[in-house]
């Protein structure tokens, strides 16, 4: 039998605080887990680089928009690609040392980064966490990817639920406040929510958050939506053993093609070309560092993009003259598309023109994307 242990914290963000004014900077490029109840979206997505989310910052505090938490979140998970998230936080916390930080992460890596993320001021983490058990993460997950490779998913769910209990005791020894939000999916963790309230308060979590799902639109699956009895009645079970708090922040939410259009770069006639770094040709799947071949994509005579051919990249070291070297190289492409890349070649080859996508996709896919084709409905890998 589960017993009831409710928790008091001293700093928290509990309900008074999340009336607040919060600003939430889509920052991490790369996801790494999919819900199947969510929309698929084909292709790059659209995230600030971290001059830009902190240009963003400094806009709205000049405009006299008191801020009391700044966030780090989607489109991907910040700890999935931790060097963007760090170099972001850093900058952020030099210019605004007196602002609270807060992420939303599944939690993968929370114990290897959470002494780091502590050092450049996140205070708070909102930990999505919809399972304890893993038969309910494969009903609600399409995938999970702990590390760069798709794993099978009962391999893939046990590493989310154990790196998930090691992440909040990780935040808790690092001072942090943790809240577990949790979408309440009928029919599929429904009936465990008690369950993972029990759990996440038996790791340290500080409260909890349930969100009722919502149909998405484009979704390849459709569930009911749960109705208030449902939701009271799950807020009351759940009470036993975590408090309970409400998601009232007022949220000053950085999105929209007008605010990220940077995000996507556009072929020119200066630069109609695309490089992909990749290890068979098919997926974008390779760290920047580790590519001696880069792949290069553009428009033939009938506008279609294809393969045009490859590019032998610098060897390592040399430094920054290595990442110099590359963008000489690729001085007719307008994007580079890899899964994983350094702060100091980004920064270099952003500077000369070549902005890095960062992205784990099929490069198919992908580059029709960016050459103005639809972005397509796919089913999550498994």
């Given at each position: 039998m589960m017993k009831a242990i409710k928790k008091s914290s001293g700093h928290r963000r509990g309900a008074s605080i999340r009336k607040g004014c919060f600003v939430e900077l889509p920052v991490a490029p790369r996801?790494?887990?999919?819900?199947?109840?969510?929309?698929t979206i084909k292709g790059p997505t659209k995230h600030l680089t971290p001059e830009d989310a902190v240009e963003r910052v400094k806009t709205i505090v000049e405009k006299g928009q008191e801020i009391d938490y700044v966030g780090i979140s989607g489109p991907g998970d910040p700890l999935a690609f931790i060097e963007p998230t760090l170099e972001t936080l850093g900058l952020l916390h030099r210019s605004f040392p007196s602002i609270p930080f807060f992420i939303k992460t599944l939690g993968i890596g929370g114990e290897k980064y959470a002494d780091k993320l502590s050092k450049v001021g996140v205070t708070h983490v909102d930990l999505?966490?919809?399972?304890?058990?893993?038969?309910?993460?494969?009903?609600?997950?399409?995938?999970?990817?702990?590390?760069?490779?798709?794993?099978?998913?009962?391999?893939?769910?046990k590493?989310?639920?154990?790196?998930?209990?090691?992440a909040v005791r990780a935040f808790k020894d690092a001072k942090m406040t943790v809240s577990v939000v949790t979408t309440v999916y009928p029919e599929n963790n429904s009936d465990h929510i008690e369950c993972i309230a029990h759990n996440m308060a038996e790791y340290g979590a500080d409260d909890m958050i349930l969100i009722p799902y919502e149909p998405k639109e484009n979704a390849e699956i459709e569930l009911g939506v749960p109705d208030t009895d449902l939701m009271a009645e799950i807020r009351i079970k759940a009470s036993k053993y975590i408090t309970i708090s409400d998601e009232q922040a007022s949220l000053v939410f950085i999105e929209g093609d007008r605010d990220l259009a940077s995000g996507i770069p556009k072929p020119s006639p200066e630069r109609p070309n695309v490089a992909v770094v990749s290890s068979n040709g098919m997926e974008i799947d390779l760290h920047l560092g580790e590519a001696s071949r880069v792949l290069i994509y553009g428009?033939?005579?009938?506008g279609l993009a294809c393969l045009l051919g490859s590019r032998s990249a610098p060897e390592p070291g040399g430094g920054g003259m290595r990442w110099e070297s590359l963008a000489n190289t690729l001085s007719d492409c307008f994007a580079l598309l890899v899964a994983s890349a350094g702060e100091n070649p980004r920064k270099i080859l952003n500077r000369h023109g070549v902005k890095v996508l960062v992205i784990e996709d099929t490069i198919d896919g992908t580059v029709d994307v960016l050459y103005g084709g639809g972005q397509k409905k796919t089913k999550g890998r498994k």
């Open positions: 996801a790494n887990a999919r819900i199947r109840f969510s929309e999505q966490a919809n399972a304890v058990g893993e038969d309910i993460v494969e009903k609600i997950y399409a995938w999970v990817r702990p590390g760069f490779k798709t794993l099978r998913l009962p391999d893939s769910a590493i989310l639920i154990a790196e998930q209990k090691k428009p033939r005579e009938d």
